[in-house]
């Protein structure tokens, strides 16, 4: 891509508890199922209590059958009893090292609802490339004036 990417916030400084994310998120990403975009993803959660749930982009042959990893990532999170975030890395790139890789994975936008359905307007969703956390949103930044679940009074 050559267009200009619009602002976003400066990475915030690496915390224990990002490094820990990243790494996750790194791990899965290297699991990744993506034989026709060969755009590896990888995301991690955490949970206010600790827990870390990550995922991985599944591409399937049937294209729109295909799922992002912040859905696969959601969805261990519940499987494993989770029911909030407190924050989330994801990581998104080419698998080919030559490719451009400089663009910022941001979630798309069936995603940012699915994170809000467990997130609060100021969850931290830290967007990543291989080498570490790029730029560093909260929920509202991404999706704001949002439905979620306070809308219907849960
Ligand atoms: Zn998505």
């Excluded at 990893?69 to 989770?82: D, N, R």
């Excluded at 924050?87 to 790139?93: D, F, N, Q, R, W």
């Excluded at 704001?144 to 679940?149: D, I, L, T, Y």
Aim: with cysteine; charged share 10%.
């Amino acid at each position: 891509m050559t267009a200009n990417p619009p602002a976003s916030p400066p990475p915030p400084a690496a915390t224990p508890a990002v490094a820990g994310l990243f790494a996750a998120a790194s791990a899965a990403r290297g699991q990744a199922h993506a034989p026709y975009s060969r755009f590896l993803v990888g995301a991690a959660i955490r949970t206010p209590d600790g827990g870390i749930f990550a995922g991985a982009n599944v591409e399937n042959a049937a294209y729109p059958q295909g799922q992002c990893a912040e859905a696969s990532a959601i969805g261990a999170m519940v499987a494993g009893g989770g029911k909030r975030i407190a924050e989330i890395v994801i990581i998104g790139a080419p698998a080919d090292p030559a490719a451009d890789a400089s663009g910022l994975c941001t979630p798309c936008g069936g995603c940012r609802q699915r994170l809000r359905e467990f997130a609060t307007p100021g969850t931290p969703i830290h967007v990543a490339g291989p080498e570490g956390v790029r730029a560093t949103f909260t929920m509202d930044q991404l999706l704001p004036f949002s439905f979620g679940p306070d809308n219907l009074s849960f």
